[in-house]
């Protein structure tokens, strides 16, 4: 069988999320007992609690909900990046070492030694214009292991205005501690949710 590396995060009560979001709630509708055969939840949570996929609508008022999201970005060939520490932005010269005319269409970039615990004000982000070059040269996805493609205190989040604009999609709170940089395929499937701004995913990446 072809290996596979798990890049979600776990998520449960104490899974981190931007401050403000909801995090993650579970409460028990039936337990298994005399007269009833199954256990069944009801969860609350923010769409965007762990790894998860944001659709249009997060970042452009008019922009399709993540229901109506093609799927095409979220499977395919990808290559993962190290850029570990560099800082507050990713600039190009922290990637130019991974990048050539065989570059696949989704890029994931790994900024953490190990994937924090808490939430982590001082994450690293894109900077706007390495995903305009990653665009220019055809990809079509972008994702990366923090929280969010541009800085926690942004409030004009261009990065992700960039992504509107490049017609992109984006990837946040991956976990890549253990993902040698490489070429994988990529499948991290969103949720139908016809009216939400983002989905939870199951991200995974298999040896080619």
Not at 103 to 112: D, K, M, N, S
Request: with cysteine; charged share 20%.
């Amino acid at each position: 069988m072809q290996k596979l590396w798990d890049i979600s995060p776990p998520v449960h009560p104490g899974t981190p999320v931007f401050p403000g979001d909801t995090p993650y709630q579970q409460q028990w509708s039936a337990t298994i007992a005399p007269g009833c055969p199954v256990n069944v939840s009801a969860i609350t949570l923010s769409p965007h609690v762990g790894a998860h996929a944001d659709a249009p609508l997060h970042y452009d008022e008019r922009g399709a909900a993540m229901g109506d999201v093609s799927l095409d970005a979220f499977l395919g060939p990808c290559r993962v990046v190290h850029a570990i520490d560099c800082g507050p932005l990713i600039e190009w010269q922290h990637i130019a070492h991974a990048v050539n005319a065989t570059l696949p269409q989704r890029v994931l970039v790994r900024t953490y030694a190990t994937a924090p615990a808490e939430w982590d004000a001082g994450l690293t982000a894109y900077a706007p214009a390495t995903i305009e070059r990653l665009a220019d040269l055809g990809v079509l996805l972008v994702g990366i292991d923090t929280a969010s493609i541009d800085p926690a205190d942004s409030k004009t989040l261009e990065s992700h205005q960039v992504i509107r604009r490049r017609n992109l999609r984006v990837l946040e709170n991956l976990v890549l501690d253990d993902v040698p940089e490489g070429d994988y395929e990529l499948i991290a499937l969103p949720l139908k949710l016809t009216t939400a701004d983002a989905s939870p995913v199951r991200a995974v990446l298999r040896a080619l």
